[in-house]
């Protein structure tokens, strides 16, 4: 079984960093796809970024392309997701998602991960 857990969330003042950690744990092959959601209330929960873990692909949503940085840690079966110029409309609950290996073209679409984590706060203050 694969079990995802974030942390790292908290609260940042705009053009701030957070650091987001997601670790994994289970069968490697089911978990070979990590991404990265975030959700605000009363919105559908979004794709952050993503990334293929054995091939290193990284894939972004255009709203964080140059600002975020998607990275994988094998020796300790780690995710992390570096946020930088943070904006107050980056404010929302992220969560880390796994699910066997995806083609790209789809690693954007959240019905797809088969694991989620219970998320993280982060909050940008203007």
């Known amino acids: 079984q694969v079990q995802v857990v974030e942390s790292g969330g908290g609260l940042v003042q705009a053009g701030g960093s957070l650091r987001l950690s997601c670790a994994a744990s289970?069968?490697?092959?089911?978990?070979?796809?990590m991404g990265w959601f975030r959700q605000t209330p009363g919105k559908e929960r979004e794709f952050v970024a993503a990334i293929a873990w054995r091939a290193g692909t990284t894939y972004y949503a255009d709203s964080v392309k140059g600002r975020f940085t998607i990275s994988r840690d094998n020796g300790k079966n780690t995710v992390y997701l570096q946020m930088n110029s943070l904006k107050p409309e980056d404010t929302a609950v992220y969560y880390c998602?796994?699910?066997?290996?995806?083609?790209?073209?789809?690693?954007?679409?959240?019905?797809?991960?088969?694991?989620w984590g219970q998320g993280t706060q982060v909050t940008v203050s203007s």
């Open positions: 289970g069968p490697t092959y089911m978990r070979d796809t």
């Open positions: 998602a796994a699910t066997p290996p995806l083609p790209g073209t789809v690693v954007v679409e959240r019905i797809r991960y088969n694991y």
